[in-house]
Nanobody
Framework: EVQLVESGGGLVQPGGSLRLSCAAS????????MNWYRQTPGKERELVAR????????AYADSVKGRFTISRDNAKNTVYLQMNSLKPEDTAVYSC?????????WGKGTLVTVSS
């Protein structure tokens, strides 16, 4: 059974940093690209960052480029999202995601709140 479990969310002041983690199990993690999405009430889910299976290729939404960094440790079956220079508009539930045989798999998400 595929499982994705996010952690690391919380309350942070504007300008602060957080590091999110997503622990994966139930599939061969090193073979699959991984994504981080975020969603706020009333808005569509937004793809924040993507990383290739080996970690050599990454892509970011324009809204987070230069502030967020996605990485992965295939030995630990974990993908990370380092978030710096956080803004109030980054407040959202952040979820990790992958696709296997065309089917999406999601974690339950972790809430990030950026507020003074």
């Amino acid at each position: 059974e595929v499982q994705l479990v996010e952690s690391g969310g919380g309350l942070v002041q504007p300008g602060g940093s957080l590091r999110l983690s997503c622990a994966a199990s139930g599939f061969t993690f090193s073979m699959y690209a991984m994504n981080w999405y975020r969603q706020t009430p009333g808005k569509e889910r937004e793809l924040v960052a993507r990383i290739s299976s080996a970690g050599g290729s990454t892509a970011y939404a324009d809204s987070v480029k230069g502030r967020f960094t996605i990485s992965r440790d295939n030995a630990k079956n974990t993908v990370y999202l380092q978030m710096n220079s956080l803004k109030p508009e980054d407040t959202a539930v952040y979820s990790c995601n992958t696709y296997r045989t065309g089917m999406p798999y999601w974690g339950k998400g972790t809430l990030v709140t950026v507020s003074s």
